[in-house]
């Protein structure tokens, strides 16, 4: 679909015939993005992987993102962190359950406080536990920068006047506000790892440590150095990306499954039966293949971004036919091509068993199935998201029978959704845990 926003062409791909020609045969060609007004803000000047322009400084970036940050090894050896957190996720509700067994607890904040902890932890090394961190003021810095990125900018689409709109509109002074707030939060982090590692040696590395490190060694390239700025940036891709993201599919995770009493049934006795210990760990993940059906058949239906973050081409092309111009911009709607009657059978039914007899993965390389994207631009993280999302489903579900408040029905579940940069259950979701006793 060719849509002309403002000045910008701009083409929307919601086949996963269109979206395989796209990524095998002219990725190259349309794998770089587009310099928008937020993006370039938040990102320190396009100074990121995720929102950067492709070219030889982001092969250099996703380089050190692959072998330093997120290789199996790095993400292997964060496993204590997710088992500690998960841990203290399930206990917390136990807890919370001897107290008051027939209250409901708010699944929709005990995901974001995960997966924000995993985050912070892996990342920084502290969690918002304690007093180390204010959680709520880091939740409405970040949600306020979402907002800021996702909004409407008149200079993205009118160029040539569009500035002078967003300033009399308030829109520049939101996003200045929103940024300063932002960098002042990632500046203190900086400065905290960088005091401490000048305070102490031999402590465990975390991911501000490793880039920090290459920093102090003088690491750069021809278009590449290690700022300040550039470990900021950083820092905020793995925010962006990780928090929304694993939050939001474990809570459409538990939506699902609560809607449907027999997946759950099966896929907790599922685990039970494999599981005789009183917590899942991440080496027992393995053992579990519905569990990794069921969390496909999640990401099909609610996937994190329902169009991938925007591209921009860099040549022309042929696509399905059509010339793709340079400079065109490209949006992949996932969540179109997750419920393609041409794809699915039964597209709206949430049914894990369809993935029983099919190789279909949402690694890349199945086009029907793209949650993460694909190409070159393909989500760095999405091992330690996936393993995350795992863990956690495998825990809630084999610690806890789930149940609704009283009085309400599977078919009574809000399922409306929060636009954003990912796709959030707009009210939050509650249920009562009752702890299962083996």
């Not at 069921?294 to 092309?317: G, N, Q, Y």
């Not at 111009?325 to 369809?354: M, Q, S, Y």
Request: glycine share 6%; aromatic share 10%; net charge neutral.
């Amino acid at each position: 679909m060719l849509l002309k926003l403002g000045s910008i062409p701009t083409v929307v791909i919601s086949s996963a015939t269109a979206a395989r020609e796209l990524f095998k045969h002219h990725d190259l060609a349309s794998c770089s993005r587009p310099r928008l007004t937020g993006s370039g803000r938040f990102s320190y000047n396009f100074q990121d992987l995720n929102l950067s322009p492709y070219g030889v400084r982001w092969r250099e970036l996703r380089k050190i993102f692959m072998l330093e940050l997120f290789s199996t090894k790095r993400v292997q050896s964060f496993h204590h962190i997710r088992e500690e957190e998960v841990s203290f996720l399930i206990n917390s509700i136990s807890q919370h359950s001897l107290n008051f067994s027939s209250n409901p607890i708010d699944l929709s904040d005990k995901s974001y406080s995960l997966t924000a902890n995993i985050t912070t932890k892996i990342a920084f090394g502290k969690s918002f536990r304690g007093g180390e961190l204010d959680n709520q003021n880091f939740q409405k810095v970040m949600r306020r920068a979402v907002d800021a990125i996702k909004s409407f900018s008149i200079t993205d689409f009118f160029p040539r006047f569009g500035w002078i709109v967003d300033r009399i509109s308030g829109v520049h002074g939101k996003l200045e506000k929103s940024f300063g707030e932002m960098d002042a939060f990632f500046q203190k982090v900086v400065d905290d790892r960088m005091n401490f590692h000048n305070a102490t040696s031999g402590n465990e590395e975390n991911i501000v440590d490793v880039l920090l490190k290459m920093k102090r060694d003088g690491f750069q390239s021809d278009e590449l150095i290690l700022t300040q700025d550039c470990i900021k940036a950083l820092i905020m891709d793995i925010f962006l990306a990780g928090v929304d993201t694993g939050a939001g599919t474990i809570v459409w995770a538990m939506v699902e499954l609560i809607r449907n009493p027999r997946v759950m049934k099966k896929l907790q006795d599922h685990i039970r039966s494999h599981i005789k210990k009183d917590q899942v760990k991440e080496m027992d993940l393995e053992r579990l293949p519905y569990l990794k059906m069921v969390v496909k058949e999640v990401l099909r239906l609610h996937s994190p971004a329902p169009l991938l973050l925007p591209r921009e081409t860099t040549s022309h092309f042929k696509l399905n036919g059509y010339d793709i111009r340079p400079k065109t911009h490209l949006h992949v709607n996932v969540w179109a091509i997750g419920r393609d009657p041409e794809c699915w059978v039964n597209p709206e039914k949430f049914f894990p068993e369809r993935f029983m007899e099919s190789n279909i993965d949402y690694k890349g390389q199945d086009y029907e199935l793209l949650p993460f994207g694909g190409g070159r631009r393909i989500c760095p993280g999405i091992n330690m998201a996936t393993i995350t999302i795992e863990l956690t489903l495998a825990n809630l579900l084999h610690c806890f029978d789930w149940k609704l408040v009283d009085g309400m029905k599977e078919e009574d579940v809000d399922m409306e959704e929060d636009f954003g940069l990912t796709v959030a259950k707009k009210s939050p979701l509650k249920l009562v845990p009752i702890p299962y006793l083996s």
